[in-house]
């Protein structure tokens, strides 16, 4: 494989697909063969020779992708497969629970593999802890028998990936809209002596405190933000920081989760402090037209056990840290009622339906037991 034929296959070519890690792979100098299953998409993508990421906001720029092409993989399953065999890098933005689906295409990738071209090297560039592990995961349930004889023809790495990309205005074509900064941390160890080359990422040794503090600050108090200001029946996501309300309980839950990310993984708190201010920074960015109901979207996720609320409250609470903040978010999550999502529409329906405890039990997947539990329950029943 020589330098010009470096090729990435990237799963999910929507906003995160090309306004980040799309356009940093053709940084890094790869081809990039985008995958979806969004039929219009991909005609879209293969009808263009360029398209322009626009970093809006201070310090932003224009920056041009080319050098793409894009393969519905529901209608060419044979074609993704014979892409990944002989690709350098796979990635995806998917979301989380998509990554069962992307499985196959890589299992089947990977059996077509000549086993003497280096291992292809897979990042998941989710908002979740693990979740290349979980791509691996559901790789090897994928691969049954086959998994011990293809595994080692690829490398997995967790990642930690961090730009804001809104939904894009009608009219942008493929182009996207984006926020100047971008943070891509990414697991070391897995690709020994040849990391892939990603121009601004950096490879760490343990992602855990990286992906903690990302998701635990950017997506606790982005969603804070986009549940309080829906509550008060705010539509961009810049209004809702403007608004004093909703500014302290968004602050007030970083706070928290600041206090938690200090104790479990040594953060100094000034730095904490400085990085809960450059946040706040980018969500008030009134040039990113991001609207509540984006950064809402699919609470019934987001109020699970490990994710941005109820993970680092649970972990406060086993410590003896405050919570409100954190507990006041979820209530206002509660209420979130998008009739176009339908996560927020089984939200409802389930609230209708089961008493408090079974709710809180069955969303959170906290125990009984646990010292959180009452607690939630307690702000389920007054929601
Ligand atoms: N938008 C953002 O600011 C950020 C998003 N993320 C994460 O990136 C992921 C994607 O988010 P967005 O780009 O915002 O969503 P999006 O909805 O814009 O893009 C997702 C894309 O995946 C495609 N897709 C769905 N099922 C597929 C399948 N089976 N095979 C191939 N493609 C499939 C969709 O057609 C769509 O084009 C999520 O996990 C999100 O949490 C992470 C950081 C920032
Ligand atoms: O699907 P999710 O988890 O809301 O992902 C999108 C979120 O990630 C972020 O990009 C933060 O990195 C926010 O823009 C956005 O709220």
New binding site residues.
């Given amino acids: 494989m020589t330098e010009t034929t470096r090729k990435a296959v990237h799963?999910?070519?929507?906003?995160?697909?090309r306004g980040?890690v799309g356009l940093l792979l053709h940084e890094g100098g790869y081809e990039v063969v985008f995958?979806?299953?969004?039929t219009t998409?991909v005609d879209a993508i293969n009808g263009a020779t360029e398209y322009t990421v626009h970093e809006v906001g201070e310090g932003g720029r224009d920056r041009v992708v080319s050098g793409f092409r894009a393969i519905d993989?529901?209608a060419d399953p044979e074609g993704v497969a014979a892409e990944v065999a002989s690709a350098l890098v796979a990635t995806t933005?998917?979301?989380?629970t998509?990554l069962r689906?992307?499985a196959p295409h890589l299992v089947a990738g990977l059996a077509l593999r000549d086993p003497a071209l280096p291992p292809l090297q897979v990042m998941a560039?989710?908002?979740?802890i693990g979740a290349t592990d979980t791509l691996r995961d559901h790789m090897r349930e994928a691969a049954g028998d086959r998994w011990d004889a293809i595994s080692s023809r690829a490398v997995f790495a967790n990642t930690a990936?961090?730009?804001?990309?809104?939904?894009q205005p009608e009219g942008s074509g493929i182009d996207v809209t984006v926020e100047p900064f971008f943070e891509w941390a990414i697991e070391r160890a897995p690709f020994g002596e040849n990391p892939p080359t990603i121009p601004g990422a950096h490879f760490v040794d343990d992602l855990a405190p990286y992906i903690e503090r990302k998701l635990f600050t950017v997506n606790t108090g982005h969603a804070t933000a986009a549940y309080l200001g829906a509550r008060a029946r705010l539509e961009k996501i810049s209004d809702a920081l403007a608004d004093p309300g909703v500014l302290a309980g968004v602050a007030k839950a970083l706070e928290e989760t600041s206090a938690l990310l200090a104790a479990k993984h040594g953060f100094e708190p000034d730095d904490l402090t400085q990085y809960r201010a450059t946040i706040l920074g980018r969500f008030r960015n009134p040039a990113l037209p991001d609207t509540v109901g984006r950064v809402g979207r699919q609470p019934l996720r987001k109020l699970s056990r490990h994710e941005r609320f109820v993970g680092p409250a649970a972990e406060a609470a086993e410590r003896g840290l405050p919570v409100d903040g954190l507990l006041a978010a979820i209530g206002a999550a509660l209420v979130f009622d998008e009739p176009e999502d339908e996560q927020s529409v089984e939200l409802q329906r389930l609230r209708r339906e089961l008493t408090p405890e079974d709710f809180t039990a069955q969303v959170t997947g906290l125990d009984r037991e646990h010292p959180l539990f009452a607690r939630v329950a307690e702000v389920v029943a007054s929601a």
């Fill in positions: 799963f999910g070519a929507g906003n995160i697909g980040f995958s979806d299953v969004a998409l993989s529901a933005a998917v979301g989380p998509v689906f992307i560039c989710e908002n979740a990936v961090d730009r804001i990309v809104p939904g």
